[in-house]
C-alpha cells in the first residue's frame, strides 16, 4: 500500500494499560453477537478432506514416479470432461491431444515443439506444445517438488490448464490475443473441471473445497513476478489473477470461461493491472512503514482509508451511521507478554494466551456503540508485515472493521455465511483503493486545505490472498469458510461492492457447498 503524502496525525493505536481480564475456557462460551468477536473463533478445528487419488494404484510405485503415475490418470479424467462438455462450451466434437504427454528431466529424453529444446530452456516447467500437440512436464524438478509440497491435486489442475490450451487450438480461444487472455482461461477450464471432480463426476479423483486450500497455495508459487505488465508477453497474471479465474470457473462453469474470448477481444481483461508507477511517473513504495509512529505507517493508512470508507459506505449501502474508532483510540494493540496491556471486553473473559496472535471487536452498550472497540496482537500483526508483506496487516484490521460493519447493520452471525460476508467487506473496501481512495474525514485533511489518499500497490492483492491461508478465525472452516471460499468472497466485493456482499445472509455466499464430499461419504 502507498499514500500520497500523509501529514503526520496522532497515533490512535493505542498499547493500552488496562486490567486483563482472566476467563474460562471460551469453547464453553455462547457466542453473543453483542458482546465481542472473540468467540467467533471459539470452535475445535473441523475440516473435510477426502482421499484426493482414492481411484489411483500407487500401491508399490515408487515414490519419484507417483507425479507421473497421477497426472497419467489425471489427464484420462480431463479428457472424459471434455468429452462430455466440448459441444456446449466451444461446439463440434472434441477431438483429444494427439501428440502425446511427456516427462522429461535433465538425464531423460526431451520433447520437441517444431524444434529440439536444451533442458535449461524448459526446465522447472509444464507446458503444452501445439505445433506438436503435446503436452510436457518436468517431472524431476517441478511436478515431485509440487507433489510433496501441495498435495496431488496441484498436479491435477497443472494438467487441467494445460489441457487448457489444447481446448483452446481447437477453437476456444482467438489465437491473436495477448497471453495472459490463454493463461486465465486456461485456469478458468482447470477450476471448472475442478467442480466436476468436487461434484462427484469421477471415479478416479476426488476433492474438497478444504482439499483446494493448498492449490491456492500452488497457484500463488506460480504466479508472475510483483509489477509484471499483464500485457507482456509470456504474462500468466498474480496470484490474485490466477485464483480467480480458476475460481469463475469452478463457481460458474466452462462456459463462463469460454466467454474470455468476448472480454478480451473487446479490450477488457479479466486480470488486475496494479503498476510499479503512479500516473505521475513516480515510482509506488511497496511496503509502507511498520512503526505505528511513522506518518506513513501502514497502520495509519489503513485505519485511516477504513475509516472513510465505511463513514460513507455504511449510509450509502444500508443507511446506517458509522461511529468512529480510530480517531477515538478505539483501536487498541496488546501485546501477548504483557498482560495489563490486553484490554477489557464487557461482559467477556478473554485470556491471554487464547488473544495471542488474534485480533477482535469488542461491543459493549449496543445502544451505546462509543464504547466499542477493536483490539490486535501487534506482533502477529510484525509476523504477517515481515512474513507477507503490509497489506496482510489491512487485510488482518479490515475483517474487524467488517465485524463492527455488520454488528451496526444486524448481519453479524455465528455462520458461514456471515464470515464470508466480512471478507466481502473487506474486497469492497481493498477495490475503493484501486484508484487510490481519498482521506476525506477531516481528522486526515492536509491543514491547508489539501486532502491525502492512500492507493494499492503491485502485489497487495497477492498478499490479500496470501494472508487467507495463514489468518483465520480457528481451525473450523466449515463454520467461517475455508481459504478457498474467502478468496472468493474478497473478489467477490473487490469487483461487485457491498450491494453483492449484502445478499449473503439471505442468498448464500458464493460457495460450492453442495456436492463437496463429507468425512462420511
Known amino acids: 500500500m502507498s499514500a500520497r503524502w500523509m501529514r503526520p496525525v496522532a497515533v490512535a493505536i493505542t498499547l493500552a494499560t488496562i486490567a486483563a481480564a482472566c476467563g474460562d475456557d471460551r469453547d464453553d462460551q455462547a457466542f453473543r453477537r453483542d458482546s465481542s468477536t472473540f468467540e467467533r473463533r471459539s470452535s475445535g478445528e473441523t475440516t473435510t478432506t477426502v482421499d484426493q487419488t482414492e481411484g489411483i494404484d500407487l500401491d508399490g510405485v515408487p ?31 472434441f477431438v483429444p491431444v494427439s501428440g502425446g504427454f511427456f516427462p522429461y528431466g535433465p538425464n531423460r529424453e526431451l520433447p520437441t ?11 522447472e516447467n509444464a507446458f503444452y506444445c501445439p505445433i506438436d ?88 508459487s506460480l504466479r508472475d513476478e510483483i509489477g509484471t505488465d499483464t500485457e507482456s508477453e509470456g504474462a500468466h497474471g498474480s496470484g490474485f489473477d490466477r485464483v480467480g479465474a480458476f475460481q469463475d470457473g469452478f463457481l460458474n462453469g466452462a462456459e463462463t470461461c469460454a466467454e474470455y474470448e468476448d472480454i478480451f477481444e473487446s479490450g477488457e481483461s479479466t486480470a488486475v493491472d496494479i503498476p510499479f508507477v503512479d500516473e505521475t511517473g513516480q515510482v509506488r513504495q511497496l511496503d509502507a512503514p511498520f512503526d505505528p509512529a511513522d506518518p506513513d505507517s501502514i497502520f495509519l493508512l489503513t485505519l485511516g482509508s477504513l475509516e472513510t470508507f465505511w463513514a460513507s459506505a455504511l449510509e450509502e449501502q444500508f443507511g446506517e451511521e458509522w461511529t468512529p474508532l480510530f480517531q477515538d483510540e478505539r483501536v487498541i494493540a496488546f501485546d501477548p507478554e504483557d498482560p495489563d496491556s490486553l484490554p477489557e471486553c464487557p461482559g467477556e473473559e ?24 477493536i483490539a490486535f496482537d501487534l506482533r502477529r500483526a510484525a509476523e504477517l508485515y515481515e512474513n507477507i508483506g503490509d497489506f496482510a496487516v489491512s487485510g488482518f484490521l479490515a475483517r474487524q472493521y467488517s465485524y463492527v460493519a455488520q454488528q451496526i447493520i444486524g448481519d453479524l ?16 473496501w481493498t477495490d475503493a483503493l484501486r484508484a487510490g481512495q481519498r482521506l476525506l474525514s477531516p481528522d486526515f485533511d492536509d491543514a491547508d486545505g489539501g486532502q491525502n489518499s492512500v492507493t494499492l500497490s503491485a502485489g497487495d492483492l497477492d498478499e490479500a490472498i496470501q494472508s487467507f491461508l495463514l ?43 453442495e456436492g463437496v464430499p463429507s468425512q462420511d461419504d
Open 413 to 428: 452471525e455465528d455462520d458461514k455465511d456471515s464470515f464470508l460476508q466480512a471478507d466481502c467487506f473487506s474486497g469492497a
Open 350 to 373: 478473554i485470556d491471554l494466551d487464547d488473544a495471542a496472535g488474534q485480533a477482535f471487536a469488542c461491543f459493549g452498550d449496543e445502544d451505546d456503540p462509543d464504547d466499542d472497540f
Open 133 to 220: 500437440d503435446l503436452i510436457a512436464w518436468d517431472t524431476d524438478n517441478l511436478t515431485n517438488d509440487m507433489l510433496e509440497r501441495f498435495g496431488p491435486f496441484t498436479l491435477v489442475i497443472v494438467m487441467a490448464h494445460e489441457y487448457g490450451h489444447a481446448v483452446q487450438t481447437r477453437g476456444a480461444l482467438n489465437p491473436q490475443l495477448p497471453t495472459i487472455a490463454g493463461e486465465q482461461q486456461a485456469d478458468c477450464f482447470a477450476g471448472a473441471f475442478t467442480a466436476y471432480v468436487n461434484d462427484g463426476e469421477s471415479d478416479v479423483l476426488a476433492v474438497s473445497i478444504d482439499d483446494l486450500d493448498r492449490a491456492v497455495a500452488g497457484f500463488l
Open 471 to 513: 489468518v483465520g478465525d480457528d481451525g473450523d472452516t466449515e463454520r467461517t469458510g475455508s481459504p478457498f471460499e474467502r478468496a472468493a468472497a474478497f473478489r467477490d466485493g473487490f469487483f461487485n461492492g457491498l450491494e453483492s456482499c449484502a445478499t449473503y445472509l439471505e442468498d448464500g455466499a458464493p460457495s460450492a457447498e
Open 63 to 93: 515414490e519419484a514416479d507417483q507425479d507421473d503415475v497421477i497426472i497419467e490418470a489425471a489427464i484420462g479424467e480431463v479428457e472424459k470432461f471434455w468429452e462430455e462438455n466440448f459441444d456446449d462450451v466451444v461446439g463440434g466434437e
Open 113 to 123: 515443439c517444431g524444434t529440439r529444446f536444451r533442458y535449461e530452456q524448459i526446465a
